[in-house]
């Protein structure tokens, strides 16, 4: 059995994630903060784009908006065909575990659990049975070159062999967009390399990421840069 990542080649026009006149408001009158003002933002399917500002510039806010985190004070957010700001919480969580996937800074694994138990936990949410879970799980974690390490914890592994336990997670169930938030920040310049050769080849495999980052050399292995400053998208730079 093979696991396709490949993106949906029946609808390479349309974009995988779209935000239209998206803004998110916080506090009220005199305190009353605008942390994203009327964004325009399409990720296409098969796109790498890398998002960069400074603290306070509204990246992270846009990145929890994509990943079904949190909602639009105004604005519309349609994800893979699906408009998103009138889903119920429910509905919500479903939409995350189908078509999104999640790789953090800090791993976020479950310190009790195996490799290979981490990896199977988001196909538990979306009712795979428990024999393809176990294979897919299996593959996606040679995918990544942790084959001999599936049995081992969190605590057993490097930092970067957890990041790749947490990338493995992230695409097991074959999402629409990927979504990595300094994920290499927590580790060494030379696992960093790893990590980010990891990244191109997904992409070259069809996968969309969206890698949010304060690192040039980082943003520099994105097909597009987007710089964030005060809620706004000063500029899209396109490599290609």
Not at 3 to 18: C, F, G, H, N, R
Not at 95 to 118: D, I, K, P, Y
Not at 141 to 155: F, I, K
């Amino acid at each position: 059995m093979e696991i396709s990542y490949l993106a949906d080649s029946s609808k390479p026009l349309t974009p995988v994630a779209k935000l239209v006149n998206v803004s998110k408001i916080y506090g009220h009158g005199p305190l009353l903060v605008k942390a994203l003002d009327n964004l325009d933002l399409d990720i296409n399917y098969g796109d790498f784009l890398a998002v960069m500002g400074a603290s306070g510039s509204g990246k992270s806010t846009a990145m929890n908006i994509l990943g079904c985190l949190d909602r639009p004070s105004q604005g519309k957010y349609q994800l893979n065909g699906v408009s998103v700001e009138g889903l119920d919480d429910d509905s919500l969580a479903d939409l995350r575990n189908q078509e999104l996937g999640f790789v953090f800074q800090q791993f976020h694994l479950l310190q009790e659990a195996t490799a290979l138990e981490n990896v199977m936990l988001p196909m538990i949410y979306a009712g795979v049975s428990p024999s393809k879970r176990m294979q897919r799980a299996e593959l996606a974690l040679d995918r990544v070159g942790l084959a001999e390490r599936m049995g081992n914890r969190p605590n057993q592994l490097s930092g970067g062999q957890q990041q790749r336990v947490a990338i493995a997670r992230a695409i097991i169930n074959q999402p629409a967009l990927l979504l990595a938030d300094e994920p290499t920040g927590a580790l060494d310049s030379k696992t960093t390399e790893d990590v980010l050769n990891l990244f191109d080849e997904l992409h070259k495999q069809g996968i969309t990421i969206v890698l949010v980052t304060h690192e040039d050399d980082v943003a520099a292995r994105a097909r597009r840069v987007a710089r964030f400053h005060d809620g706004k998208i000063l500029e899209i730079a396109d490599k290609r």
